[in-house]
């Protein structure tokens, strides 16, 4: 699937749902690892209760939502298999209460569980692009020299006065150009934020933190622009009520669960088991804003998981 429908998919699919209050963790060292995790649900989406208090179990089969390749190749993410990705995550799924469909009737199918997974391009390196050296190299270019004083020609003195002005005009131009282009490449920027904060969950808290910049927590939104312009790992997995979409047709989104991380000096493959079940205990529940913690240093064991096949895309 390609990037662009990805995207569209995604944030189709997930308007109907809302974020509420902002949480962000303390400052960081560069070398932590660290996930961002947002979770929303459905409204009229509730877990029942057996009569000991547990959860009921509810039956999934998984979807093959799509993968979403960064710029430059990367093996950790782009080498992992659908089949391998849906075994880690069926782990700590299990855990929460929801365990693979086995039985071939789809009447006893809950949910339909879609997986998108990739890398988000972001923008911190805009700053280095050829629009912003041509603006910079407009601005610190010696300008035109001055026309020689006059010599008695008033045809050369004139001639040469002609000439000066249309270097500055030139010059102005040229100027006025590199501006417009870097007006330009800030808006791409902007549209390249609000895809990767509505991609990774940021969205809400973006929009939060807009209003204050004339406050105490002014560097709240360049933090979250910072983290939204690092390449950053995801995985998105959108809970579908699989009777409503098998009987009716209808898509109707019960849960979604966004998780994420920097891409720099981290190997996906190998934070990816920890990942997932740091943000398992949101699976079905509103994390009620972006959530961020480090990541703990473990091993994950992965059981054999069944092939129950791939939706059929329209």
Not at 65 to 71: M, Q, R, S, Y
Not at 197 to 207: C, N, Q, S, T
Request: net charge negative.
């Amino acid at each position: 699937m390609g990037s662009s429908r990805l995207a569209r998919c995604l944030f189709v699919i997930a308007a109907g749902l809302g974020v509420s209050r902002f949480a962000l963790s303390p400052a960081l060292a560069d070398g932590d690892v660290v996930t961002a995790v947002s979770s929303q649900v459905s409204s009229d989406y509730v877990r029942k209760r057996l009569p000991d208090g547990s959860i009921e179990p509810e039956t999934y089969t998984f979807g093959k939502g799509g993968h979403l390749a960064g710029t430059m190749r990367d093996d950790s993410v782009d080498k992992l298999d659908f089949m391998d990705l849906a075994k880690t995550i069926a782990v700590p799924l299990a855990s929460r209460q929801y365990v693979p469909a086995t039985d071939k009737d789809p009447n006893a199918t809950h949910l339909l569980i879609m997986v998108y997974w990739g890398k988000t391009s972001g923008a911190e390196d805009a700053s280095d692009s050829a629009v912003y050296e041509n603006l910079q190299s407009s601005q610190t270019s010696a300008p035109p020299p001055p026309p020689p004083p006059p010599t008695g020609n008033s045809h050369v003195a004139a001639g040469s006065g002609i000439a000066a002005t249309v270097m500055n005009t030139a010059r102005q131009d040229t100027t006025t150009g590199a501006f417009a282009s870097v007006a330009a490449e800030n808006a791409l920027r902007d549209q390249a934020d609000l895809r990767n904060a509505r991609l990774l969950g940021y969205d809400a808290e973006l929009a939060a933190a807009s209003g204050l910049e004339m406050t105490a927590f002014r560097n709240r939104r360049d933090d979250l622009i910072a983290e939204i312009e690092e390449n950053r790992y995801f995985i998105v997995l959108m809970a579908y009520d699989f009777q409503a979409l098998w009987k009716h047709k209808q898509h109707k989104l019960l849960w979604v669960a966004r998780m994420s991380v920097r891409e720099r000096g981290t190997n996906f493959t190998r934070v990816l088991p920890s990942m997932v079940q740091y943000a398992s205990q949101f699976f079905g529940e509103d994390s009620h804003g972006l959530l961020r913690r480090t990541l703990p240093q473990g091993h994950v064991e992965v059981g054999e998981l069944k092939d129950l096949g791939e939706v059929p895309q329209k």
